[in-house]
């Protein structure tokens, strides 16, 4: 098999793996994942060079325009192949450094104002995804460079002749202490950001339980069943945190409702496991998925027994205050992992 063949399928390979590893994304807060489908792409830029790196990049970033909702983040991933491939051949040496001076230059100068003034997120939302983008970056680039030192310390008799001639020892030790570094710090701050969504999202349910009990309790106290009499038992809810409350039918359909109801909209409803019978509501359009979070609805369903032509009571409100304030604490986390990550 010829040279080019071989580069050509394992090429292919890479891609295939970037493909994947963009989809095994991990959720990290709303509409935010860490993704490591650029692990392939630097081993790409490691062992392959310029083109198999952009072809890697330009294949698995495709996944992200599915997962985000917009294609800026795939032109940017193809973008930081081709820098890092620039950068490795013109002598930085550590794929590491040369991502870095890569995320340093782009979050500051397009990063943030593509993600402000094109996709429409606000400074705080776009300032920590570029952070998140560049720490994103870093760590897969860690991964893939301790990958081929790894090969090299194995294959080191030199029957593999695609593989750099060796390895020093301070390149090994850069690359396993930041990784270190960089896992123990992410860790806890996952850990605690997804505790901190299912206590605040837990006491959300409560409170908008609380305001369907109290809609069932005056339909309940209340025995002309008349559509404006009905509205006159579920007004009340509007004032005690709920922003759109509904009668149910089997099939779904309001019967009954006061103040806005989104979910009657063009949109998706995802199950939510942090508390019992608590959903959210996305809206079809708006963009990319932070957006779509930040004007999404959360939704509280409570089963009613008594009724024969009706299924649930729904109450909602609105999910942009309690994503705000979880994003000031994140932030908060991120700034400090890349200051000791520095």
């Given at each position: ?127 920590m995804i570029a952070l998140k983008q560049a720490l994103n970056g870093v760590f897969n680039a860690l991964i893939a460079g301790l990958m081929v030192k790894l090969l090299i310390w194995y294959f080191q008799n030199g029957t593999i002749n695609w593989l750099p001639a060796k390895v020093r020892l301070q390149e090994l030790l850069f690359d396993a202490l930041l990784c270190l570094t960089l896992i123990a710090g992410m860790t806890p701050i996952i850990i605690n950001n997804q505790n901190n969504i299912i206590k605040n999202e837990q006491r959300v349910a409560d409170e908008l339980k609380r305001v369907a009990e109290g809609a ?127």
């Open positions: 098999m010829s040279v080019l063949a071989k580069q050509t399928m394992a090429t292919l390979l890479l891609a295939v793996v970037a493909f994947a590893g963009n989809m095994i994304s991990l959720p990290l807060f709303f509409g935010v994942h860490f993704i490591f489908g650029s692990v392939a792409v630097m081993l790409a830029v490691n062992l392959l060079g310029l083109r198999s790196a952009v072809c890697v990049a330009l294949v698995g970033g495709s996944y992200t325009w599915v997962l985000w909702g917009h294609p800026y983040a795939m032109l940017t991933l193809t973008l930081e192949a081709f820098a890092v491939s620039v950068l490795y051949r013109r002598g930085v040496k550590n794929l590491v450094l040369a991502d870095l001076a890569f995320w340093l230059v782009m979050g500051p100068v397009a990063l943030i104002p593509l993600y402000t003034m094109v996709i429409g997120m606000d400074g705080s939302s776009s300032s069932v309790a005056r339909l309940n106290q209340q025995p002309d069943r008349s559509l404006d009499s009905q509205k006159r038992s579920l007004r009340p809810s509007l004032s005690q945190g709920a922003s759109g409350v509904a009668i149910l039918n089997r099939e779904g359909t309001p019967t009954v409702k006061v103040g806005d109801l989104h979910s009657v909209l063009p949109g998706g409803v995802r199950p939510l496991t942090s508390a019992d019978n608590l959903s959210i509501w996305l809206p079809a359009s708006g963009g990319n998925l932070v957006n779509r979070w930040q004007s999404g609805f959360y939704r509280y369903q409570l089963p009613l027994t008594d009724r024969s032509d009706a299924m649930v009571l729904l109450a909602e409100r609105p999910a942009a205050p309690l994503i705000e304030a979880i994003e000031r604490s994140r932030n908060q986390s991120f700034i400090m992992l890349s200051g000791i990550a520095f």
